[in-house]
């Protein structure tokens, strides 16, 4: 059996130490950090498969952290925090974080959670090779690509996956929750603005590629990525 190394972030000492108890229990191997330039040191040393990550912490704070690691990784991230406001929330989602987990918190939640995160990232791996090819667009999956007219795009990971899921769903509309769902892979409680700041950025860069598709607004229900003849 695989045994996955999670690389826990917070200045709370109790906190690093109750989760990496319940963790190790679990068949984890853990690594710890107190603050944000640390976890990011330890987390190129040691290459983990999960990373959870405060958001409070001295030096870098979480959100610098989760940047750091989205620069050059697709690791999983579960920002693990006092903060539950919306706005935190959809800042960690458009950032790059996978889960959200807001603190007091009830340590087999945490497990569960961290094992399924783990079991999703596992099914987008076994999702390789995956590409879309449409007129001036390809969108890859395996090397997480994204070329319009021929020109290599910097496109974040979660960008690339929401453009991906809608292109290979040719004329298939789909609400902002269940975007959310399907692409971030868990039920998102509040506002979903997070989908309207992907797609927009998203059109920033493929927008007037070609008139045999585009990227079009359902009102008032969602999007659809839609082909012509």
């Known amino acids: 059996m695989t045994q996955y190394k999670v690389l826990i972030v917070d200045d709370d000492e109790n906190i690093c130490n109750l989760l990496r108890l319940y963790l190790e229990k679990d068949g984890f191997e853990t690594v710890l950090a107190h603050d944000g330039n640390t976890a990011v040191r330890l987390f190129e040393e040691e290459q983990p498969d999960m990373v959870l990550l405060d958001i ?3 030096g870098l704070d979480g ?3 989760c940047r750091e690691i989205r620069k050059e ?3 999983p991230i579960i920002m693990l925090t006092a903060k539950g406001e919306t706005f935190d929330k ?5 950032l790059g974080a996978d889960d959200y987990i807001v603190k007091p918190f009830e340590t087999k939640e945490v497990i569960a959670r961290v094992r399924a995160v783990l079991r999703r990232s596992g099914a987008a791996e076994s999702a390789a090779h995956k590409e879309v090819r449409l007129d001036n667009l390809v969108i890859n999956l395996d090397n997480y690509e994204l070329r319009v007219k021929g020109e290599l795009i910097n496109t974040p990971p979660k960008e690339l996956e929401l453009l991906y899921h809608l292109a290979s769903n040719p004329n298939q509309m789909f609400s902002r929750d269940q975007l959310l769902d399907e692409v971030w892979g868990f039920d ?3 506002e979903s603005r997070t989908i309207d700041v992907h797609i927009k950025r998203i059109r920033e860069k493929i927008d007037g590629a070609s008139d045999k598709w585009e990227l079009s607004t359902v ?3 969602g999007y659809k990525f839609v082909t012509y003849e």
């Not at 959809?90 to 458009?94: F, P, R």
């Open 56 to 58: 409070m912490l001295p």
């Open 63 to 65: 959100w610098q952290v």
């Open 73 to 75: 990784s697709r690791c």
């Open 90 to 94: 959809v800042l960690g989602l458009e």
């Open 188 to 190: 998102y409680c509040g």
């Open 219 to 221: 009102w008032a229900r």
